[in-house]
């Protein structure tokens, strides 16, 4: 749920800031040329589509995401707020003063002079750019968070971590090419001579800025923590084997379908008058697979963890306080509540612990199925699989002692109709240890 929410969200704040550039420098270009109440009638259909596209749809996806990553993870939105409050705060003024500088530039079309508007277009623009410039920061402390660690809650080196100039630069890029794509689809509602014009304007846009995103895709790459682009390189061998790790395919579905958006581009740049309302929605369209792809890929490389170093996908802390001796405790000790029905060596023992470590990344038969990947366990491998899990790189260490380990692999185990206890666990442990 929080990625598809967040996956629609990405695309309509983007075209937000791209979209406002587009406004901004097109305004000026009307200025200039022998027809300018032809380009601003455009503008004018323009605008209309895209307040409705991004303040409607933007701000219910914007108030779902904050929904969904509070159930998802409410100690990882807990730390984000706290750490970094202010600029929070600074975010949430800048989206007011963003809508209120549109619906003066939308609701003033027929009053304001044209001076006035180009000046609310550029300024729209500006206060987008840095509301995106303030969530990047956020974004990017979660994957790279530089400096910054639980001990120093340092609130710079967390902000401009090394993550943030490089995806900042690419996340201005995706803005100006989602700006032309949004133009093309409203251009194909011209009907005379000036389509061409408009859709080879809005081209300038799309193919400059897509060219250039690799290059900063590169400078990005340097920026990312080791594991992950181990992470990457074991997908790419792993092809071979027939296996492509998530972190590659989502890569690769970036890097081609942005491809595919240049090469569309260039088609409706050439048959600007052949282009259709459909084929101009299916090259955004186009544009919204490549985002899954880049988002995607920035998720699968912060695994284990929703804030890399600090904090992992199951709300287990990484911190000087939870050392190895503190991580082999009865789980429960530690859990902020425990299941009255979950009684020691019981099959909701074992089942509550599945929902509270695992469910976070993995569902039973679905996505990340723990019944295929344990599809071939026994007790003994069950256990010393348990025993290593933080060494799997994508995982976080188990958090229990022994009669939890025992629990949990019963508990897998039984999802394959075998009807095993935590005590028969670990009485064949105990068989297999016996000298």
């Known amino acids: ?46 605008v209309t589509y895209f307040l409705v596209y991004t303040t409607v749809l933007g701000a219910t996806t914007g108030v779902g995401i904050w929904f969904a990553i509070q159930l998802a993870s409410p100690e990882g939105t807990s730390l984000l707020i706290h750490q970094f409050v202010f600029a929070w705060a600074t975010e949430w003024v800048t989206f007011l003063l963003e ?13 304001n002079s044209r001076r006035m508007q180009l000046v609310l277009a550029i300024l729209y623009f500006v206060i ?58 409203v251009a194909t509602r011209v009907e005379d001579d000036l389509r061409e014009r408009i859709i080879g304007f809005a081209a300038r846009f799309v193919v400059p800025a897509a060219l250039l995103i690799p290059l900063f895709a590169a400078w990005y790459w340097f920026s990312l923590p080791v594991e992950a682009t181990k992470m990457w390189h074991n997908g790419v061998v792993g092809v071979a084997g027939g296996r492509l790790e998530a972190i590659t395919r989502y890569s690769w579905l970036a890097a081609i379908t942005g491809g595919l958006i240049v090469i ?21 369209a186009t544009a919204q697979f490549s985002m899954l792809g880049g988002e995607f890929f920035r998720e699968m490389a912060r695994k284990p963890f929703v804030i890399r170093g600090a904090l992992y996908s199951n709300a287990l802390w990484k911190s000087p306080s939870k050392a190895p001796v503190a991580l082999d405790q009865p789980y429960f000790e530690s859990t902020r ?64 002692d022994a009669h939890d380990r025992a629990a949990l692999v019963a508990y897998l185990i039984s999802l394959h109709g075998k009807q095993v206890s935590a005590a028969e666990v670990e009485a064949s442990l105990a068989r297999e240890v016996k000298p």
Request: proline content about 5%; hydrophobic content about 50%; charged content about 10%.
């Open 1 to 46: 749920m929080v990625a598809i929410i967040a996956i629609i969200h990405v695309l309509i704040s983007h075209l937000a800031v791209g979209g406002g550039a587009f406004l901004a420098v097109a305004e000026w270009w009307a200025s200039r040329q022998a027809d300018p109440e032809r380009i601003r009638a455009f503008l004018r259909k323009f």
């Open 99 to 111: 809508l209120s500088v549109l619906y003066l530039y939308y609701y003033g079309w027929h009053t």
């Open 128 to 185: 987008a750019w840095f509301s995106l410039a303030i969530i990047n920061g956020i974004l990017a402390f979660m994957l790279t968070p530089g400096g910054w660690t639980l001990e120093n809650r340092d609130i710079v080196a967390g902000f401009f971590n090394p993550g943030y100039w490089p995806s900042l630069f690419i996340r201005t890029l995706v803005t100006l090419t989602l700006g032309g794509l949004f133009a093309f689809i």
């Open 264 to 284: 569309g581009t260039l088609i409706i740049a050439w048959k600007p008058r052949a282009t259709t309302t459909a084929a101009a929605i299916a090259l955004f």
């Open 337 to 400: 509540w425990e299941p009255d029905h979950a009684t020691p060596g019981s099959a909701a023992h074992g089942e509550w612990i599945y929902r509270l470590q695992c469910a976070s990344c993995h569902t039973l038969d679905g996505y990340r199925s723990l019944a295929q990947r344990t599809a071939q366990w026994t007790p003994t491998f069950g256990d010393r699989f348990l025993q290593n899990l933080d060494q799997q790189a994508v995982m976080p260490p188990f958090q229990g």
